[in-house]
């Protein structure tokens, strides 16, 4: 994965009508949580989705509270399906076929100040790069201090 690519999904929503956008957005600005510092300590690979990813084994408080709150008002609004349970991670390679052999992992820790509403796409994606998503950054809104 680029680096550009590396963020932690806090909410899953799929299409989005652009009708709706707006509501999304909404959702989004009326969070009011800390900011938080996930520390990701262990490397997984997760069959199902063919990814290696670097995964939190404990969860900041702010963060399940934010989380929490951000599944509650989707649903509200019918945005988005029952969700799965939190597990902070960040993907590092997508496509992977095997299982690799992991190793311990130096741990390190993601400072968050502000989460994003997000788009992905893989129109324009670069072929050099396996055809990984784009990510575009749609709106921002900054976390509180602690």
């Not at 490397?43 to 990814?51: C, G, I, K, P, S």
């Not at 670097?54 to 989707?74: D, K, N």
Request: proline fraction near 7%; charge should be positive.
């Amino acid at each position: 994965m680029p680096a550009e690519n590396y963020h932690m999904t806090l909410a899953f929503i799929g299409e989005v009508p652009a009708a709706q956008l707006s509501t999304v957005r909404g959702i989004g600005a009326s969070q009011r949580a800390c900011a938080f510092t996930v520390r990701l300590d262990a490397y997984e690979y997760w069959r199902d989705a063919a990814v290696l990813v670097a995964v939190a084994r404990e969860i900041p408080a702010s963060l399940a509270r934010l989380w929490e709150r951000l599944q509650a008002g989707l649903a509200s609004h019918r945005l988005a399906g029952s969700p799965l349970p939190l597990r902070p991670h960040v993907t590092i390679a997508r496509k992977v076929s095997q299982a690799p052999v992991l190793q311990a992992m130096s741990a390190f820790a993601w400072r968050a100040q502000t989460f994003s509403l997000m788009q992905s796409s893989r129109s324009g994606a670069r072929p050099t790069q396996g055809l990984q998503p784009i990510y575009t950054v749609l709106d921002t809104w900054p976390l509180l201090d602690e």
